[in-house]
């Protein structure tokens, strides 16, 4: 897998990042506790952007364990949070929505606006573990 060059646009400040891989989050994590956006809140009305900067596969083994902890301390991780996104790449052309895979190779771009009140949710206390919602 090769890097891409990414230019990022969160609430209109532009950002410049070649990445092994970007994932936008409403909520902290997906699949088996791997908490990809720790900061992530279901209630803040913000989406979270986490930047995975290119790295050696070794260097990943810690990023791993940092995840399922869900404490990232790393120089190959960036992480921001905002209503606005929007993301352009030359060779854009494929990515995933909730596990499904969606074809942009038209517009070479993905943009979101998450202009929704904070949802509140309700559930028992006993459920501490409360799994979040995937990718936009």
Same mark, same amino acid.
């Given at each position: 897998?090769?890097?891409?060059?990414?230019?990022?646009?969160?609430?209109?400040?532009? /950002? @410049?990042?070649? &990445?092994?891989?970007?994932?936008?989050?409403? +909520? #902290?994590?997906?699949?088996?506790?791997? $908490?990809?956006?720790?900061?992530?809140?279901?209630?803040?009305?913000?989406?979270d952007v986490?930047?995975?900067?290119?790295?050696?596969? /070794? @260097?990943?083994? &810690?990023?791993?364990?940092?995840?399922?902890? +869900? #404490?990232?301390?790393?120089?190959?991780? $960036?992480?921001?949070?905002?209503?606005?996104?929007?993301i352009t790449?030359?060779?854009?052309?494929?990515?995933q929505v909730?596990?499904?895979?969606?074809?942009?190779?038209?517009?070479?771009?993905?943009?979101?606006?998450?202009?929704?009140?904070?949802?509140?949710?309700?559930?028992?206390?006993?459920?501490?573990?409360?799994?979040?919602?995937?990718?936009?």
């Amino acid at each position: 897998y090769k890097p891409c060059e990414y230019t990022l646009t969160i609430d209109g400040i532009n /950002y @410049n990042e070649k &990445a092994f891989f970007i994932a936008i989050a409403n +909520g #902290n994590q997906f699949g088996y506790e791997f $908490k990809i956006a720790p900061d992530a809140r279901l209630d803040d009305a913000l989406l979270d952007v986490c930047i995975m900067k290119p790295l050696r596969w /070794y @260097n990943l083994l &810690a990023i791993i364990r940092q995840s399922l902890q +869900g #404490n990232y301390n790393s120089k190959y991780v $960036k992480y921001f949070q905002g209503k606005e996104i929007s993301i352009t790449a030359e060779n854009l052309e494929w990515m995933q929505v909730d596990g499904d895979a969606v074809d942009i190779s038209k517009t070479k771009k993905w943009k979101r606006t998450f202009n929704r009140r904070p949802c509140r949710l309700l559930y028992h206390k006993s459920f501490k573990n409360f799994c979040s919602l995937s990718i936009i």
